[in-house]
């Protein structure tokens, strides 16, 4: 976990579970990241999902893989993160 927290110094990284992998473009992930979100009236915390798209180089990864992805410069019209590695393979 130390080497985690060491990527993790300076850079826009989150963790997420990988939710969808494209059939048509093998190197295409869908990622959701869970964030935590306070409601405004109440105060109550409760968690949202945001969804991104995901470049996998190497297409070694599958649907319930939790993965560290890294923001970078857009690679296409709807990719703009890059899979770091992968930190909980699906059993």
Known sequence: ??????????????????????HTTPDTLKVAIRVPVKDKRYKKGTWSSKYFMVHDEECLTQVGDWVLVEETRPISASKKHVLVRILNTRT
């Open 1 to 22: 976990m130390d080497s985690v927290k060491k990527i993790l110094s300076g850079n826009r990284f989150s963790k997420g579970m990988v939710v969808k992998k494209s």
